[in-house]
């Protein structure tokens, strides 16, 4: 009996510890925890605070075992449940306040501070968080326009148009790099072929 329930408090012990590690890890990346982890989580506790239950249930000779033995599972599952719930809750949150942050803040404040190659390395690793939102590239392109760097504008809404082919944000950038070739680069052919491309695709 000693050996079982030592067993699933151990077991569960560390199970509220790697919950609390992993949402510890996500917050540092200034995420939540994704759904797959979270699943994932779910089902390893489930699997071991079963495995451990399992295990205390084979020294159960009684009834006073017995009843020992439901204490305790009981007891003991309360802890990996509380961190996971926590850890839910703090995903929720987190969801909500990342709605009320200012987007970008690591990008934006290397702009405040003048520094345009480390925002743009910023904004290319928050893109690279979640590669099917253009948005940060967007704004990387926008911030280069505004830093006169419009060679490399224009190459960023090149690559946005390669990376979201079809999409809507293709003629987001299209456009973007017409207005820079124009504009700044003086290359109206450059800027008529992407014209050429967006009325071909108009057209379908």
Known sequence: MVLGLTTLVLVDVILFLLIRLVHAEWRKRDAPVP????VGLFILSCVAH????????????????????????????????????HMLLGRVR????????????HAKK???EGDVDGALREYVRYYDRQPDD????????EMLEGAAAYGKAATLYSQIMDRFDGDTAWARAARG???????????PAGAEEIRAQIAARARY
């Open 110 to 112: 290397r702009r405040l």
């Open 177 to 187: 790099l017409v207005a820079v070739r124009e504009h700044h680069l003086h290359d």
């Open 35 to 38: 759904m797959t982890w979270a």
């Open 94 to 105: 987190e969801h909500r306040q990342v709605r009320r942050v200012e987007r970008w803040p």
């Open 134 to 141: 253009p948005e940060p590239l967007f704004a990387a392109a």
């Open 50 to 85: 079963f495995g451990a239950t399992k295990t205390l249930g084979r020294a159960v000779h009684s009834d006073r075992d017995a009843l020992i033995s439901l204490a305790a599972s009981a007891a003991c599952g309360f802890v990996p449940i509380w961190g996971y719930v």
